[in-house]
Structures are given as C-alpha cells and as structure tokens.
C-alpha cells in the first residue's frame, strides 16, 4: 500500500512538473492543444514565405548567356507600324443584287490602314535606332516602346538595297540604353548567337543559337537581295526583323533580316545582316538621309551557269567559265551610254579579273559616282575594251510589280547582287 501510494505521488509531482515546464517554454497548458499544431504552424509557415531568398552561388562561367542576354537586351525594342491607306474594293461590287443597293455603281470603296510589328536597336543614347528598311517602309506612323514607354519615331533614313533604316525618337532628355556594336569581321561559324527582339509581337524575346555559316549569297526575299549575310539557327520569326543578334560579350554582331521558311514560320534558317556593314549604312544615312550607289545600269549573271548549247543559242563563244554575261541593258544607264549590249561578257573591270557575279558586284560597289570604270568584254567572239562612267543609282532602281512566276525564275538588276536562288519571307 506504502509502495502504491509512493508511485502515485511521484507520479503528481512529475506531471506538475512537465506542466510548468510546457507553460514556460511554449505557453501550452494542459489539456489544451499541442504546440505547433495551429497558432504556431501558421506562424512557422508565415516565417517561411517571408523569408528572402538565398543569394546564388554561381560557378564561374555558368551564367555567361544570361550576362550577354541582360546587356544586349535593354537597348532592342518594340517597333510598330501604321501602314499608307489602301483603297480597297468590295468583291461584291459588280454583282447585281447589290448594285441595287448602290445606284448601280457597285459597292464603294473602303479603305484601311495596315499594322505592323518589328524590332530595333538602340544605337545611341540619344534615340536614334537602327531597323530594317520592311519594318518602316512605306508606312505613316512609327512607335518605339522602350522599357514599356511608347516614343513617336522619326524616319530619318531608308535604304531598301541593304534593307537598313535609321529612326530617331525624343526621349525628352533622358539617357537611353544602347547596345554596344560588336564586329562582324571576327564572328566564327559555331560561335553563340543571341537573338533578341519581338517576334509574333509577343514582347521582347532572347532565343540561343550559334553562327550556322557566314557570307551567304545568291539569296532573296521578297524581290530583295540578301548578300553576304550571317546565317544562325537562333530562333527568329516573324517581327524579329530589325532585332539584335548578339555575341556571348553581349555585342551586336548583326540585324536579324530574314528567315529560310517553307512554311513562314521558324524552321532552323536565319539571317542576319552583318554589323559592320549595317554602320556603315546607318553613317550615311544619318549624315545625308539617303545612300549615293555607284550606278551601271545592268542585269547580268555569271558566265559558269551557262551550258554550252546555250552560250551557242545567244551567240556567246567564250569556252571558260570565268566572266558574267549582260541579259539586260537599262534605257538611258551608263551602260547603254557606253555601248554595252545584252550578251556581252564582261571579263575584266578595271584590269581585275571578273569570275562571277559577286566579282564584278564589289568592283562596282567600291567605286565611286563619276568614276571610269574600264571593261574587258567579249562580243562575237571578239575582245574590247569599254569605258563606262558611273552614275548615281536611281532611286527606283530594281523596284517592280511582284511577279506572278515564282520568284527564282524571275531575274533581278545586278549592281551589287547576284543571281537570286529563292525567296526568303521576312520578319515581320
């Protein structure tokens, strides 16, 4: 009984005990709930969520993407369009039914004002920026969204044979980002290629890819020669046109043009106009709100892409395959001033051996308005020499309705572009 009693007292005293001590540590009293299971655990999880993220540790090297991605991408934005009216006439115009309705003179017309949406380059931090020509060509009204801000934009410049435009925007004092132009002489096919800009006008996009080849030419689109372009497989789709594609230190390297597309959406094939090329355009554009081109005023193609049963049919008897051969000579051109006539074969411009298309393109293009440019040519089987003085290229040149025949069946003016293999649809 002694014993009994003993146990029982020991055991009072130690649940007295343990009571006080769950009061003094955690506010708990008997009988109550346990500690944790409401009040406390809420707060615990409040304490959680509210707690600031850890800093990264990044290993050295592994965030150099998004390094590049964050310094190139402030300085490319959003460009819209508002596009010339165009008079529009009802399909219904000549039925009937509804002349009826309308004094017999058909359904009246309507006419609308298309939109567009590309992309830009921040090339100063005063506002000016550098586009494609198809992104504001044609069009009444530009605006520029920079950091979520829309900016009215001034064209100051176009060219359609290099399809770079310049536009200037007021930010009314503040100091814009610019992206820091890098240089395409040194860009190596399998380095990264960063693609920045606003495809589908979805906002600005970064996508990843690497330089795919280099100075790709004979290429088109839409009637527009692409020469000597960066080709990537960094995702580019319609409104990305205008856009940065960048190097992994972040540097502009190109403006993304075009795309290779069956289907006019993004397949793997991109091109980009190289950077230093688009400087010096975008100099002269600021400068003098035009381009001045040396002007010869001829279609012409390379000699090699002529069979022999051919070259027989049009009189041509030259055996080789260096040389390119005049198909076309324009109305009142500094060739036809000169006396060059369709099929003769250019062989030597200025005592430099012409082999093709691209040959003679870079003599023409380094030379100057109101330069002599002398020419070796064969003609019924006969060489001379032909002296012609350049003039400024017309302002229309090369410029046509859109041709119903397939575009590489179509041939284009030379003057700085060689045979054309197939349409590229652009960006936007």
Avoid at 64 to 85: L, R, S
Wanted: contains cysteine; aromatic residues 6%.
């Amino acid at each position: 009984m002694k014993k009994t009693l003993s146990y029982t007292m020991a055991f009072g005293v130690g649940f007295v005990i343990c009571a006080f001590t769950l009061k003094a540590l955690y506010g708990f009293e008997p009988g109550g709930v346990l500690p944790g299971s409401q009040g406390q655990a809420k707060e615990a999880v409040l304490a959680v969520l509210n707690t600031p993220p850890p800093l990264q540790h990044r290993i050295a090297g592994d965030s150099v993407i998004a390094d590049a991605a964050a310094k190139v991408e402030p300085a490319v934005v959003d460009v819209h369009t508002v596009g010339k009216a165009i008079e529009e006439t009802s399909p219904f115009g000549n039925n009937p039914f509804f002349q009826q309705f309308f004094g017999g003179e058909g359904a009246p017309t309507q006419k609308y004002q298309p939109k567009g949406a590309g992309s830009g380059i921040i090339i100063s931090p005063d506002g000016y920026i550098m586009t494609n020509n198809h992104v504001v060509a044609d069009t009444e009204k530009v605006t520029v969204t920079v950091d979520g801000k829309g900016y009215d934009a001034k064209v100051i410049g176009t060219d359609p044979t290099s399809d770079i435009a310049i536009c200037k925007i007021d930010a009314k004092g503040v100091k814009l980002p610019s992206a820091t132009l890098g240089n395409s002489d040194d860009i190596r096919i399998g380095d990264w290629a960063i693609a920045v800009g606003n495809p589908l006008d979805i906002g600005t996009t970064v996508t990843l890819g690497i330089i795919s080849a280099k100075d790709r030419t004979n290429l088109s689109a839409e009637g527009h020669p692409l020469n000597s372009v960066i080709q990537t497989d960094a995702a580019i789709n319609p409104g990305n046109s205008g856009g940065a594609l960048a190097d992994i230190n972040g540097e502009v390297i190109g403006v993304n043009e075009a795309i290779y597309s069956p289907t006019g959406s993004y397949v793997g094939i991109g091109f980009a106009i190289p950077i230093n090329a688009a400087k010096k355009i975008a100099k002269e554009l600021i400068e003098n709100g035009h381009i001045v081109r040396p002007y010869l005023g001829v279609v012409y193609r390379s000699l090699k892409g002529i069979p022999p049963d051919a070259r027989q049919q049009i009189g041509i008897t030259e055996k080789g395959d260096d040389g390119v051969v005049i198909s076309q000579v324009f109305p009142g051109s500094p060739a036809e001033e000169a006396g060059l006539q369709p099929y003769d074969v250019v062989l030597e411009a200025n005592r430099q051996k012409v082999t093709d298309t691209d040959g003679l393109d870079s003599i023409v293009q380094k030379a100057k308005v109101g330069d002599s440019l002398v020419l070796l040519i064969a003609r019924n089987g006969q060489t001379q020499l032909v002296t012609v003085k350049l003039k400024e290229r017309p302002a229309d040149f090369g410029h046509h309705p859109k041709p119903e025949q397939p575009q590489e069946q179509q041939e284009q003016p030379q003057d700085g572009g060689g045979q054309h293999q197939f349409t590229i649809p652009f960006g936007p």
